[in-house]
């Protein structure tokens, strides 16, 4: 299972990084991502990263978060920039070996880190 760290409580315009941790075989690992998920709402997608480091962002985000990876470490980060309270959710990091298609639906994944509560004030 993937292990999620950071997240927590910001003001309306300030910054969070999270973290997701891969155990085991990181190599194995095609593509990884984050979601998101408001009380009532689906699951969004937020940014995924392929194996190769080449990236896709929903629009909702663009220009404020940003993901990596540090293969070194078996981990991927998001870097969240000029955050609204509209962004106010639980977050999860996903993974999966096979090539995806549709990089940013949560249907893709098959990994699922434990999520973490990311609230804006």
């Known amino acids: 299972q993937l292990v999620e760290s950071g997240g927590g409580s910001v003001q309306t315009g300030g910054s969070l990084r999270r973290s997701c941790a891969a155990p085991g075989d990181a190599a194995s690992i095609n593509y990884m991502g984050w979601f998101r998920q408001a009380p009532g709402n689906q699951r969004e997608g937020l940014a995924a990263?392929?194996?190769?480091?080449?990236?896709d962002y929903a629009d909702s985000v663009k220009g404020r978060f940003t993901i990596s990876k540090d293969s070194a470490k078996n981990t991927v980060y998001l870097q969240m920039n000029n955050l609204k309270p509209e962004a106010t959710a639980m977050y999860y990091c996903a993974s999966n070996e096979c090539p995806l298609v549709a990089v940013l639906m949560a249907y893709e994944y098959n990994n699922w880190g434990q999520g973490t509560q990311v609230t804006v004030s």
């Open positions: 990263i392929d194996s190769d480091g080449a990236t």
